[in-house]
């Protein structure tokens, strides 16, 4: 059985660009939430996606924005990049209700 | 708004010690309260859930408790081992579903 799995593992950008992440859940979970992680930090909630809708959001701005597929895998977008973007994407999911959460390897993103 | 915090935020112990992680959170109203594990540009293994009705949840050599109208959490690591060495977040789930991380405490056990 495969946990979460995320791609790209690494990938550079240079600011003002745009950058689309990826995310398998785990078998049987339907809901994905994702986190970024600055270097040092513990990870933010950007927010979590339930059945192809936003369910929660954290305290980030439109520039990010998701999408859920109705086979539950999950996308992170992050336009108009910043240098301060640069950090690790992690994405977890959960079988809806427990909140218990499985994690990924993550997606560490530089912004050049 | 949930505040996580946990203390300390480095240590370092020889091998074979006992030690105790500590977490704090500023909104008692939670679900439950999880805890991880995160080497180095790794992602998080999770460790131990401990739901609101419960106290305590142990696994091997690790026991976390949880006490929810003090705010607190605990995660006792028996026996370290140089393989314990890792940054340990905590992250309880407030009423609003919302889960939310502590900086964590980055654990060094010496050989």
């Known amino acids: 059985d495969a946990g979460v799995t995320q791609s790209p593992t690494h990938l550079i950008k240079t600011r003002g660009q745009q950058v689309t992440l990826r995310c398998s859940p785990k078998?049987?979970?339907?809901?994905v939430s994702w986190y970024q992680q600055a270097l040092g930090q513990g990870p933010q909630f950007i927010f979590q996606?339930?059945?192809?809708?936003?369910?929660q959001r954290g305290n980030f701005p439109d520039r990010f924005s998701g999408h859920q597929f109705p086979n539950y895998s999950s996308e992170l977008n992050v336009n108009a990049l910043l240098l301060g973007d640069s950090a690790l994407y992690l994405c977890?999911?959960?079988?809806?209700?427990?909140?218990?959460?499985?994690f990924g390897e993550g997606s560490r993103l530089t912004v050049l | 708004k949930q505040e996580v915090t946990q203390i300390p935020a480095a240590l370092s112990v020889p091998e074979g010690e006992n030690l105790v992680l500590n977490c704090s959170f500023t909104?008692?109203?939670?679900?439950?309260l999880q805890w991880f594990r995160q080497d180095p540009g790794k992602g998080l293994t999770s460790l131990l859930l401990?739901?609101?009705?419960?106290r305590e949840q142990t696994s091997g050599r690790l026991n976390a408790s949880l006490d929810k109208s003090s705010g607190r959490s605990t995660l006792y690591i028996a026996a370290s081992q140089p393989g314990d060495s890792a940054t340990y977040l905590c992250?309880?789930?407030?009423?609003?579903?919302?889960?939310?991380f502590g900086k964590g405490t980055r654990l060094h056990i010496l050989p």
């Open positions: 977890a999911s959960s079988p809806d209700g427990t909140g218990e959460l499985f």
């Open positions: 078998s049987g979970h339907d809901t």
């Open positions: 996606y339930y059945e192809e809708e936003e369910r």
């Open positions: 909104d008692s109203a939670i679900y439950n």
């Open positions: 401990i739901q609101s009705s419960q």
């Open positions: 992250a309880p789930e407030g009423g609003d579903d919302k889960i939310i």
